[in-house]
Nanobody, 119 residues
Framework: QVQLVESGGALVQPGGSLRLSCAAS????????MGWYRQAPEKQRELVAT???????NYADSVKGRFTISIDNAKNTVYLQMNSLKPEDTAVYYC?????????????WGKGTLVTVSS
């Protein structure tokens, strides 16, 4: 079974930076998309950023220009570099792996890491 473990969540001041990591264990085949989602208090879970094995990226409008997603294939780790953090970025951030080949519909989730942006 594939396991995803997030790390890096912390309390950070507005305007600060933080890098989240998600280490994947196990193995899978075929194309995939890895991404980050977040859920703020009283809000629905939303997409933050995704990146496919082919290199295509997608970002929520609210984080474009501030966040960058990257994948280290050798380490099976996906990162989310967050700059110019705002209080509205406060949320639990979840790592996701979605298989997009013939398997389809297979999703793996981490347990989340809390990011709090506050003075």
């Amino acid at each position: 079974q594939v396991q995803l473990v997030e790390s890096g969540g912390a309390l950070v001041q507005p305007g600060g930076s933080l890098r989240l990591s998600c280490a994947a264990s196990g193995s899978w085949i075929g194309p995939y998309v890895m991404g980050w989602y977040r859920q703020a208090p009283e809000k629905q879970r939303e997409l933050v950023a995704t990146k496919s094995n082919g290199g295509s990226t997608n970002y929520a409008d609210s984080v474009k220009g501030r966040f960058t997603i990257s994948i280290d294939n050798a380490k099976n780790t996906v990162y989310l570099q967050m700059n110019s953090l705002k209080p509205e970025d406060t949320a639990v951030y979840y790592c996701n792996l979605r298989l997009t080949g013939r398997v389809g519909g297979m999703n793996y989730w981490g347990k989340g890491t809390l990011v709090t942006v506050s003075s």
